[in-house]
């Protein structure tokens, strides 16, 4: 339960490193969609472009990869007027209380960071320092707002109980209660959706085969024709969750299928338990087509307009300095650090 003394107030980030995927859609946005629609909450929403340069990312790439995600957000239904919307570099409150994480997060704390691991791979000594300490600056971009709240896949549940560390030993350090223990939001069918060509892989932005993903500006035909070339195993669909035991890729789709549906697994094998997946997977790709081709168009008429993303990206950005400025003054003041105005 958060602490009752904050606003639930909701914070959640994407970084730009590609192209939206369907696990970005069924793991994060589309439930940053129901905690708007829900209004139980003030929901803040970024495009987190420093996370993203923590790999090499091409600046014209980047730039549009910023603009089509924040049209991601709006075709998907996030509503600038409702949510802030914006991009985390214009707001310069997320660096600043980051740096001053990176002095109270712990490198044995960093160090078993499971994400830092698979992103540098073998090649650790490589990697840059920016993506080592990327958990201490994502710790930032949540408490900089006093987030109760934040939603994402099952892959950042770590990177958020570090955040919950973080503010637990700046509050045991400076003897206060200023940082909120933040909760994870990580529910639904998909809230780990897998690559379609290895079941023990997450499906991701960066993944060097496009076949592995769906990805939200594919049209009809790659979505099908990814799906029907989508790895499976050769027995029929089960009709019990139990069946999906041990069967990873067959568990995937079937997870899939229940996200974009909104109904349950269970629900869903009780009408193709016993289908094969010669059967089911037109299914999936009639379903997954109805459902994300009304996004991509939007996406895509967004798109034409960059001036107009540009505006509603400083509008989120405005205000939502306008709540990180005073949380970093009093981080800064409680630090002792001397502020003249
Ligand atoms: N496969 C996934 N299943 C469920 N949720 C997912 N998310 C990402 N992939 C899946 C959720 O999407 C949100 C934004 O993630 P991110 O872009 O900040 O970073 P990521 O988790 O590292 O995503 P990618 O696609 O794998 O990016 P790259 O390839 O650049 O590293 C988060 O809430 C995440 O949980």
């Avoid at 909450?41 to 472009?49: A, H, N």
């Avoid at 939502?320 to 001397?338: E, F, K, S, T």
């Amino acid at each position: 339960m958060a602490q009752p003394q904050f606003t639930p107030r909701v914070f959640s980030g994407i970084q730009p490193s590609g192209g939206l995927t369907l696990g970005n859609y069924l793991g994060a946005m589309k439930r940053f969609v129901t905690m708007q629609d829900e209004g139980s909450f003030e929901t803040i929403y970024c495009m987190v472009d420093l996370h993203a340069i923590t790999v090499w990312q091409d600046p014209g790439k980047l730039t549009r990869a910023t603009r089509e995600l924040c049209a991601g957000f709006i075709a998907a239904g996030i509503d600038p007027e409702r949510s802030i919307l914006f991009n985390q570099s214009q707001v310069p409150e997320h660096a600043q209380l980051g740096w001053i994480f990176n002095c109270v997060a712990r490198m044995g704390w960093m160090k078993r960071m499971t994400q830092f691991k698979d992103k540098a791979g073998k090649n650790a000594e490589n990697a840059s320092l920016g993506l080592f300490g990327y958990p201490a600056l994502m710790a930032a971009d949540i408490l900089a707002y006093h987030a109760t709240h934040v939603p994402v896949g099952e892959d950042q549940k770590q990177h958020l109980e570090l955040t919950r560390d973080i503010a637990a030993k700046f509050n045991h350090d400076y003897e206060t209660e200023f940082f909120p223990l933040t909760e994870p939001v990580i529910e639904g069918a998909a809230t780990r959706v897998m690559s379609l060509r290895d079941g023990s892989k997450k499906m991701s932005k960066s993944d060097p085969s496009d076949m592995a993903r769906i990805n939200m500006t594919d049209d009809a035909e790659a979505i099908a024709s990814k799906i029907r070339k989508a790895r499976t195993d050769p027995e029929a669909l089960p009709s019990e969750a139990a069946g999906l035991n041990d069967r990873p890729e067959a568990r995937n789709l079937v997870n899939i299928y229940a996200a974009l549906a909104d109904r349950t697994v269970d629900a869903v094998l009780a009408e193709v338990g016993g289908k094969q997946f010669s059967e089911f997977k037109p299914m999936l790709a009639d379903l997954a087509v109805d459902k994300l081709s009304p996004i991509s168009t939007e996406m895509a008429r967004l798109m034409q307009d960059p001036a107009e993303i540009d505006r509603i990206l400083g509008r989120g950005a405005e205000r939502a300095r306008a709540i990180a400025a005073p949380i970093l003054a009093q981080a800064y003041d409680i630090v002792g650090l001397v502020r003249s105005a």
